[in-house]
């Protein structure tokens, strides 16, 4: 099993580009995940989809963010326009059913 | 306001020490779950507990659920230098899905 697989591992970006981050969870889990980790915050949590469907989008921080799940192996996540303060590492995480999720290893976003 | 809190943010001890880790919280929680976070990576699951008061063993981790379900703790036995990492609890909610929050960390060094 390849795990969740997230693209880019890294990603710099001048303010006000748009970036997106993508994601495809391991095969067969049906909830998707995706967290932003920072010194100063931790790890939240941005939105979750259950069988691709978006169920609580609470944690995304502004309009600016957006994300979608057109089909259970592949998820994306925008930001436009993006902003210095978007830098931190993003996470998409895969679980099948409750009490565990895997995580990819994150793509760690730069805004300069 | 972080909805979970651990303690202690920081620990830096000696190979051989015991130690141990709390994850508190106001609310009620359907399950709790400790992840370990090395550099680099995305969080690892160690261990889930669910029931109110529930102890679990992983070698020379213990891990325990309190009888309320608001929170928990990991005890390490005889530290050693490969513990070292960040260690994330992260509790279980139900928000028309199950969701998973998490708390800020605990970053452990043990040195040898």
């Known amino acids: 099993d390849a795990g969740v697989i997230q693209s880019p591992r890294h990603e710099v970006t001048e303010m006000g580009q748009e970036v997106t981050l993508r994601c495809k969870p391991i095969?067969?889990?049906?909830?998707l995940f995706w967290y932003r980790q920072t010194m100063m915050r931790g790890l939240e949590l941005l939105i979750y989809f259950n069988n691709n469907v978006p169920i609580d989008d609470s944690g995304m921080p502004e309009d600016r963010f957006s994300a979608k799940m057109p089909n259970a192996s592949f998820s994306t996540l925008k930001i436009q326009p993006s902003e210095p303060r978007d830098s931190a590492v993003y996470f998409c995480?895969?679980?099948?059913?409750?009490?565990?999720?895997?995580f990819g290893q994150g793509t760690r976003l730069t805004v300069v | 306001t972080q909805l979970l809190e651990q303690s202690p943010q920081f620990l830096s001890i000696q190979e051989g020490e015991n130690l141990t880790v709390y994850c508190n919280s106001s609310?009620?929680?359907?399950?709790l779950q400790w992840y370990r976070q090395e550099p680099g990576e995305g969080p690892v699951l160690l261990v889930t507990v669910v029931t109110g008061g529930e102890v679990k063993k992983l070698k020379r981790l213990t891990f325990q659920f309190g009888d309320a379900r608001k929170d928990s703790s990991l005890h390490i036995t005889a530290a050693q230098p490969g513990d070292t990492g960040l260690y994330l609890c992260?509790?279980?909610?139900w928000g028309g899905g199950f969701k998973t929050i998490f708390g800020a960390g605990t970053r452990l060094f043990v040195k040898a």
């Open positions: 992260a509790g279980e909610r």
């Open positions: 609310s009620v929680f359907s399950s």
């Open positions: 995480a895969s679980s099948e059913g409750r009490f565990r999720a895997f």
């Open positions: 095969s067969g889990h049906n909830s």
